[in-house]
């Protein structure tokens, strides 16, 4: 949670004591909270999900191509409800949606245990997508809604959480899997879904975005709102393609990581679960740490980075005759993927406000839903290592386009003219006291 004294004398430009203010602050940190939660919580679910995939694919017999037809369920779902969802949080809001969202998350997470071949396996995660895709545009909806009026980059601390909910989840899923059954640890899970969607849900419902500490008027010389150009357009969908060429290998390795591990090298369910943990792990070290590396090394500098280390890391994920240097692999690739997505919508929103972000999300979101699948088909015509490469290749791509499109992008955001750098950099407004504290960096 941020401190308050610090956010208080940042927003309000040093006018402290003033209850209006205390009580809109207040809010912030409890919608902050709810939404770290939810993020977690999401991640969590997921993560339990995919660790058990290679029990479900032996459950239902399913060979690697029908496999890969099953979990085109899940993206045919999300698509979907993706198309339907921004809608309905313009229309309700996005809190209530992702009140709604999350519970039926979590009840069709249970169902896939319940199903003996593609064909049904399919079916269930259909619905299973659905729930899934409107719960994460809902969520991403209302973070980009609080980090507008908090006015701090703090987008990647909910990444972050959704990262640290996959890494406990994958880590749960290993310890059980030895001991409980398929689908008494799927049920488990719907249980933790409700419970937690109980106890949070209503903090997310009463605390919306306070209108006291809403977004600041445009300031003198800011451009009014205008109508995208094509090459603005283009711009976006580039990031977005960046988004998707990264998101695609955080789906893959969420889907058939376990199964590369079980199946390829031999690991025992334990430690082949155990394979996600650690790229989430490493996903959330890198999300945590990434304000500190874009300050260091710049937006395309990390994106470019990024790109050419997970790049270099799946392609010993895949190829390892060991299972401890497949682990090294998935580790090293979280590290590179950890901040590609959230820069890249970053960029686009930086292009075109918030219709910007929503493009570049959707195309990201894509790409995790649709990549697995597709690596399903690869490996039933090549082999499953053969098929991870392609998340290399991806990334490797990713990094490409970065690099081409470093002058043709809007500039990374510059440090304000009117204000000393040291105070710049530690977050102080331009209108803040000289003795005004600094806003705490995430």
């Not at 031999?266 to 679960?273: H, K, P, V």
């Not at 682990?327 to 993927?337: D, E, N, P, R, S």
């Not at 950890?338 to 219709?355: D, E, T, W």
Request: charged residues 10%; hydrophobic residues 55%; contains cysteine.
């Amino acid at each position: 949670m941020p401190n308050l004294n610090k956010l208080r004398t940042a927003i309000s430009g040093g006018r402290g004591g003033d209850p209006a203010t205390d009580a809109s602050l207040s809010r912030l940190a409890r919608l902050r909270i709810s939404l770290t939660v939810f993020f977690a919580l999401d991640g969590f679910l997921f993560a339990g999900w995919v660790v058990r995939i290679p029990a479900i694919k032996q459950q239902t017999g399913a060979s690697a191509s029908d496999l890969g037809l099953a979990l085109l369920g899940v993206s045919a779902g999300a698509v979907v409800t993706m198309m339907f969802t921004g809608r309905m949080c313009k229309r309700v809001g996005s809190h209530p949606v992702t009140v709604v969202s999350m519970p039926l998350l979590a009840l069709s997470i249970a169902l896939p245990a319940q199903t003996h071949s593609a064909l049904t396996l399919g079916l269930v995660l259909l619905v299973f997508g659905a729930a899934y895709g409107s719960l994460n545009v809902s969520m991403n909806s209302a973070a980009v809604d609080f980090v507008a009026v908090l006015r701090r980059p703090v987008m990647s601390s909910f990444h972050a959480a959704f990262s640290l909910g996959g890494m406990a989840g994958a880590g749960l899923g290993g310890l059980v899997a030895g001991s409980l059954s398929v689908s008494t640890h799927l049920l488990a899970l719907t249980g933790v879904g409700l419970l937690v969607t109980a106890l949070a849900g209503p903090s997310l419902l009463r605390n919306t975005v306070p209108a006291a500490a809403g977004p600041a008027a445009p300031s003198k010389g800011t451009p009014a709102p205008r109508r995208l150009d094509r090459r603005t357009r283009r711009l976006v969908v580039l990031f977005g393609v960046i988004a998707l060429c990264t998101a695609y290998g955080e789906g893959a390795l969420a889907d058939w990581g376990a199964l590369h591990l079980a199946q390829d090298l031999d690991a025992g369910a334990g430690l082949a679960a155990a394979g996600y943990s650690l790229f989430a792990l490493a996903m959330t070290v890198g999300r945590l740490s990434g304000t500190a590396l874009l300050e260091r090394l710049g937006q395309t500098r990390t994106l470019v980075a990024g790109g050419l280390l997970a790049s270099l890391g799946m392609l010993l994920g895949a190829l390892a005759p060991t299972t401890w240097l497949a682990l090294a692999g998935f580790a090293v690739t979280g590290l590179g993927l950890a901040n590609i997505f959230p820069v890249a919508v970053a960029r686009a929103g930086a292009l075109a406000g918030p219709s910007g972000v929503a493009a570049a999300s959707t195309l990201g979101y894509g790409g995790m839903l649709l990549g697995p699948p597709a690596i399903g088909f690869l490996a039933d015509w090549f082999s499953l290592p053969v098929a991870l490469t392609t998340v290399a290749l991806l990334a490797a791509t990713a990094a490409l386009i970065a690099y081409a499109a470093r002058n043709l992008s809007a500039p990374e955001p510059a440090l304000p003219t009117d204000v000393p750098a040291d105070r710049a950099r530690a977050g102080v407004p331009a209108d803040a006291p000289a003795d005004a504290p600094a806003v705490p960096r995430h």
